[in-house]
């Protein structure tokens, strides 16, 4: 089949915000296929006709770019990935950025003159609160650094991913749920403490200086 590059937008309400002259821009490179790697983009967009001396932040929008073999597809990998770095930078600001969800998708073959796309209409979530946290986008990329290269990737994802759900759970009434993810989130990462804290020790040197 052959390739196509597409051009894929998501959009969410998010927590934390990147600065007007923010942004984090990445190559994300998804295991298993051979084409060259995703371009990702994540800003915040501003309300410049709110009518305030300052335009309050609104949306994290993401825009990801590549090669895929169809809309399907571009929608689903393209998505996936803005999925997964926007969980990390759930983290790194400690602030829900929410779930991006699917805006348009289309083509953008220079040599037709017809593109095809997909366009969503999601529905426009009122601006109760103006979020002021900063997301600081070399943090951000510092982190995703470190995760690519660490032999427990997986399983820190998998911690990432149950953190990001609690946060998304952090409100009154949903503390059961909230509480369920932390904990599974914990159960995650506690193989990778555990191994950690076992380099260069025995189980049983571990259990005699924990008085087990």
Same mark, same amino acid.
């Given at each position: 089949? $052959?390739? $196509?590059?597409? &051009?894929?937008?998501?959009?969410?309400?998010?927590?934390?915000?990147?600065?007007? +002259?923010?942004?984090?821009?990445? +190559?994300?490179?998804?295991?298993?296929?051979?084409?060259?790697?995703?371009?990702?983009?994540?800003?915040?967009?501003? /309300?410049?006709?709110?009518?305030?001396?300052?335009?309050?932040?609104?949306?994290?929008? &993401?825009?990801?770019?590549?090669?895929?073999?169809?809309?399907?597809?571009?929608? %689903?990998?393209?998505?996936?990935?803005?999925?997964?770095?926007?969980?990390?930078? =759930?983290?790194?600001?400690?602030?829900?950025?929410?779930?991006?969800?699917?805006?348009?998708?289309? /083509?953008? /073959?220079?040599?037709?003159? %017809?593109?095809?796309?997909?366009?969503?209409? +999601?529905?426009?979530?009122?601006?109760?609160?103006?979020?002021?946290?900063?997301?600081?986008?070399?943090? &951000?990329?510092?982190?995703?650094?470190?995760?690519?290269?660490?032999?427990?990737?997986?399983?820190?994802?998998?911690?990432?991913?149950?953190?990001?759900?609690?946060?998304?759970?952090?409100?009154?009434?949903? %503390?059961?749920?909230?509480?369920?993810?932390?904990?599974?989130?914990?159960?995650?990462?506690?193989?990778?403490?555990?191994? +950690?804290?076992?380099?260069?020790? =025995?189980?049983?040197?571990?259990?005699?200086?924990?008085?087990?």
């Amino acid at each position: 089949t $052959k390739m $196509k590059t597409y &051009v894929v937008v998501l959009r969410s309400r998010g927590s934390a915000v990147f600065y007007p +002259n923010d942004a984090l821009s990445l +190559n994300y490179i998804v295991q298993g296929r051979e084409q060259a790697p995703i371009t990702l983009t994540f800003a915040t967009t501003y /309300d410049a006709n709110s009518g305030f001396d300052v335009a309050p932040p609104r949306d994290l929008l &993401v825009e990801a770019r590549g090669s895929a073999e169809s809309l399907h597809d571009a929608g %689903e990998v393209f998505g996936n990935a803005a999925l997964s770095i926007s969980a990390i930078i =759930s983290v790194a600001a400690n602030a829900s950025m929410g779930v991006p969800a699917l805006e348009l998708i289309f /083509d953008v /073959d220079p040599e037709k003159e %017809e593109h095809e796309f997909l366009q969503s209409f +999601n529905p426009e979530q009122p601006l109760m609160a103006v979020p002021g946290r900063r997301i600081d986008p070399e943090l &951000v990329r510092s982190l995703i650094q470190a995760l690519a290269i660490h032999p427990e990737r997986q399983r820190i994802q998998r911690a990432i991913a149950q953190y990001t759900e609690a946060l998304q759970s952090w409100h009154p009434g949903r %503390e059961i749920s909230c509480l369920a993810h932390l904990y599974m989130g914990i159960e995650a990462i506690t193989e990778v403490v555990l191994r +950690n804290h076992l380099a260069g020790r =025995s189980e049983q040197e571990l259990a005699s200086e924990w008085c087990v």
